[in-house]
């Protein structure tokens, strides 16, 4: 009676018959499943990323929103438990309303100037110590973005940011420093009747380093810049962004812009918030659009000095406050992990993603609740260390559209339950209805494997706000615990099953992957 129970199962599942007898064997044939297989080259890596290779921006505007009205209170224990977390980190504060910030040491300040839907606004003492002294206890290194629009003709004006830096000296804070946002931009004149050259910039940024290094306190303080936006080409309709963006970062760097930043940064969004749709979180055209973006900037960067450190200095899904239901829900997991997955492979060394707080692409809600993105940021944060490997995907059928799944490797972040020489594969699955199968067969000794497969929680789909990991809904347990982040433990023998719609972290324990050890 059983003889050809293998011969009727094949049939049913070949002819799409509902079969979730699939889910019982290793090798499932048929059943909208495609089979896929992964070579990790372990010899040597490809890139070594920052240890705050995944790090977070507060934007300036919450400084302006006086923190949210007191819901972005530093003093939470909630907030802290969570930050902490994602340590180490960089912390920005900075974005488009950084150039209309002043430093007010308790006065009143008077604005003297509109600039177009932006107008000058102050930060107190207060505001400087809360947001110091939050990174302080988190473990976080500030990163402040200074005003560039204050300024006397042509040149920057330093005279708000001497008094801020006489006010932080008797404090004692460490800061890295950033000059501007997005400057290349001005001359759209959406943001201010303003234009700052590249050529200008660079003498700006100049001042600043001669000015921090006259004091013996801030000499050879971290400076990072300029901050250039949209390399993207099509922008535009007349010409494309990628090209100005390049020639800005160009001519920044041939006026020496260059000799005085210890990172240069670049912002990088997918598209704009109010447009963008479910489908083009998950299309693989649009998440390689980072690929075509990230490899000119490096090349622009490169030809002046080949041992740069790039940044995505502010990166998110979508601009304009990313978009709401997609980039504070599941979907949004889509772009943020493959982005940080791209970034390490093609030599990005720090990745700041805008924003912790505020907006609709944040990692927690306006009452401090984690979103989707944060465990995502936390597992990636636990489970991915800072050497990169490639990875080659292939494909069972000449049919298998391999862009539909993404495949990176980097070695473990040792820890309690994994060692060196372990590897950690990330996999998402693009595909809207098929399942992929994939077998990762060329470690000899493989002890296991480590399953954190994350999954929309409920009925929402990939715009729910609750997560999943191996079918367990993701909650803090109280304020000051997170839960425990525990695998489902896979035989070393078995093939990955990648649901649609879903992404995850496999770590390979017991690899003794030499360019790990």
Known sequence: MFRHFHRWFYLLCV?????????????????????????IDTGQAINVVSER??????????????????????SSPQLQTLSTALGPSYLRLGGT???????????????????????????????????????????????????????????????????????????????????????????????????????????????????????????????????????????????????????????????????????????????????????NFTDPDLLDSLIREIQPMNEVVYKYNPSAKIWLGETSSTYGGGTKGLSNAYASGFMWLDKLCIAALYGIDTVIRQTLYGGSYSLLTSELDPLPDYWLSLLYKRLVGQKVLNVTSFGHRMDTDLRLIRAYAHCTLPNREYTKGDVTVVLLNLDKTRSKNVAIDQF?????IGQYLLTPHGNDGIRSQIVDLNGKKLK??????????????????????????????????????SACL
Request: glycine residues 6%; charged residues 20%; proline residues 4%.
């Open 97 to 279: 309303s950084a150039d209309f910030l002043i430093y007010s040491n308790g006065g009143l300040h008077v604005t003297k100037h509109k600039q177009k839907d932006f107008s000058n606004f102050t930060m107190s003492d207060a505001d400087w110590d809360d947001i110091n002294k939050f990174s302080i206890e988190v473990g976080w290194q500030l990163i402040f973005d200074v005003n560039v629009l204050l300024r006397t003709g042509q040149q920057w004006d330093d005279t708000n940011f001497r008094k801020l830096l006489e006010y932080n000296s008797k404090q004692g804070y460490t800061l890295y420093w950033e000059l501007g946002n997005e400057p290349n931009a001005f001359e759209d004149g959406k943001v201010t009747n303003i234009t700052v050259t590249s050529k200008q910039l660079a003498q700006d940024y100049h001042h600043l380093r001669s000015l921090l290094d006259a004091s013996v306190k801030y000499r050879h303080n971290f400076i990072m810049g300029p901050s250039v936006t949209c390399p993207r080409i099509g922008r535009r309709p007349t010409h494309g962004l990628s090209e100005h963006s390049q020639i800005f970062m160009d001519e920044f760097y041939q006026n020496g812009g260059g000799e005085v930043i210890n990172a240069t940064t670049w912002h990088q969004y997918y598209m704009d918030g109010r447009i963008a749709t479910d489908d």
């Open 476 to 513: 803090m347990i109280d304020e000051k615990t997170l839960p425990t982040l525990l695998p489902k433990t896979l035989s070393p023998t078995d093939d990955i099953l990648l649901p649609p719609l879903s992404f995850g972290f496999y770590v390979m324990k017991g690899a003794k992957a």
């Open 15 to 39: 002819f799409s018959i509902p079969c979730y007898a699939c889910l019982w064997v290793k090798n499932p044939v048929g059943c909208n499943v495609d089979h896929i297989k992964l070579f």
């Open 53 to 74: 290779f995944l790090s977070v921006a507060i934007d300036t505007s919450e400084v302006q929103k006086q923190w949210s009205q007191g819901k972005l209170n530093f």
């Open 444 to 448: 000899k000794d493989l002890k296991s």
